[in-house]
């Protein structure tokens, strides 16, 4: 069973409109959880990293949560643009230099 | 941030050849590096790790005789699929780690990705 679960699998918003992105893991010990973003047929792209310590962080209009108890987090994007459409993956690592986990990703359709 | 780049972007061989990637960290020294495969519409599935120096740890599945990985350099990995076969058609990704990164931990940079179609 994938320890990184994301939800939902696909989506599609309108642009200008607001989105979030579900990820739920078992990884344990947790060291820290990243959102990617890749562009179809790219490799993965750094949006955010956190700690257990971290609640929240944000690029751009990307904004990431982490709740480190219930071993949720979520990908907030806002004002979506076309240019946002891309799968985001939820990744963990179990320690600093240790080996990431993979959510399947999300898959986010951005339309005019 | 740092920068890793894949060569090719895409390749397209006959079945029974062999197909080279590579990987370069451009601007950093990459002790680690890692392969990954993806098939469509799925997860990066990791392939094996390989430290600058030494031998490429293998995920369980994942045959070593017919993904060879030199990780000779510190700036340069290589993957070979040998004997390539239409199910070897995938893509792949490398990611690299390592010194002069300003990071309290593993900052993983991937590549662009080589998109292996076997014919």
């Known amino acids: 069973k994938n320890q990184v679960e994301q939800s939902p699998q696909s989506l599609i918003i309108l642009e200008g409109k607001n989105c979030t992105l579900q990820?739920?893991?078992?990884?344990?010990?947790?060291?820290?959880l990243r959102w990617y973003k890749q562009d179809t047929g790219r490799g993965p792209v750094s949006l955010t990293i956190?700690?257990?310590?971290?609640n929240t962080k944000s690029n751009g209009r990307y904004t990431a949560t982490l709740d480190a108890d219930t071993k949720q987090s979520s990908l907030h994007i806002t004002a979506s643009q076309l240019s946002d459409s891309a799968s985001y993956i939820c990744v963990v690592s179990a320690s600093s230099w240790g080996k990431l986990q993979f959510g399947a990703g999300t898959q986010v359709v951005v339309t005019p | 941030g740092a920068v890793v780049s894949q060569h090719p972007s895409r390749v397209i061989c006959k079945s029974g050849t062999s197909v080279k990637i590579e990987c370069r960290s451009l601007d950093f020294q990459a002790t680690t590096m890692f392969w990954y495969r993806q098939f469509p519409k799925q997860s990066l599935m990791l392939m094996a790790t390989s430290n600058e120096g030494s031998k490429a740890t293998y995920e369980q599945g994942v045959e070593k005789d017919k993904f060879l990985i030199n990780h000779a350099s510190l700036t340069l990995s290589t993957l070979t699929v040998t004997s390539a076969h239409p199910e070897d058609s995938s893509f792949y990704i490398c990611s690299a780690t390592g010194q002069g990164l300003e990071s309290t931990y593993t900052e993983a940079f991937f590549g662009q990705g080589t998109r292996l179609t076997v014919v």
């Open positions: 990820c739920n893991y078992t990884v344990s010990p947790f060291s820290n």
């Open positions: 956190m700690t257990f310590s971290e």
